[in-house]
C-alpha cells in the first residue's frame, strides 16, 4: 500500500557529511509525520528525527545541531542531512512515514528497508 524506498548511506569518515533520501510511493491519501529512526548492532531503535506535513521538527538530543530534517510534500519524500558525523552514528537508518492510504480513516506507520551508514576512519 505504501512504499518507502530509502538511498544516500555509505561509508564516511568522522566529521564528514551524508544525506539521506526517503521516497513514499502507493496508494497514499495523506501523511502525517515522516522521520527517521536508526538501530545500532546490539541497540534498540531510536528515533533520529521527525517532521509534521506542517513541518514541526523534533530530534534526537544526540543529533541536534549536526542533523537537519527536510520534507517536501509534493513529492512526499523526507531528507537527513548529517553533518559532523561521529563513530557513534553508525547505524542502519530506517524511514518512517505515518500515512493514510485511499479508502482508509485510518493512520498507520510505514517502514522503509534500511540503509547503512558507516562511520569509521
Known amino acids: 500500500q505504501v512504499q518507502l524506498v530509502e538511498s544516500g548511506g555509505g561509508l564516511v569518515q568522522p566529521g564528514g557529511s551524508l544525506r539521506l533520501s526517503c521516497a513514499a510511493s502507493?496508494?497514499?491519501?495523506?501523511?502525517?509525520?515522516m522521520g527517521w529512526y536508526r538501530q545500532a548492532p546490539g541497540k534498540e531503535r531510536e528515533l533520529v528525527a521527525s517532521i509534521t506535513s506542517g513541518g514541526t521538527t523534533r530530534y534526537a538530543d544526540s543529533v541536534k545541531g549536526r542533523f537537519t530534517i527536510s520534507r517536501d510534500n509534493a513529492k512526499s519524500t523526507v531528507y537527513l542531512q548529517m553533518n559532523s558525523l561521529k563513530p557513534e552514528d553508525t547505524a542502519v537508518y530506517y524511514c518512517?512515514?505515518?500515512?493514510?492510504?485511499?479508502?482508509?480513516?485510518?493512520?498507520?506507520?510505514?517502514w522503509g528497508q534500511g540503509t547503512q551508514v558507516t562511520v569509521s576512519s
Open positions: 518512517n512515514a505515518n500515512a493514510r492510504v485511499a479508502g482508509s480513516f485510518f493512520y498507520n506507520d510505514y
Open positions: 502507493g496508494s497514499i491519501s495523506s501523511i502525517n509525520r
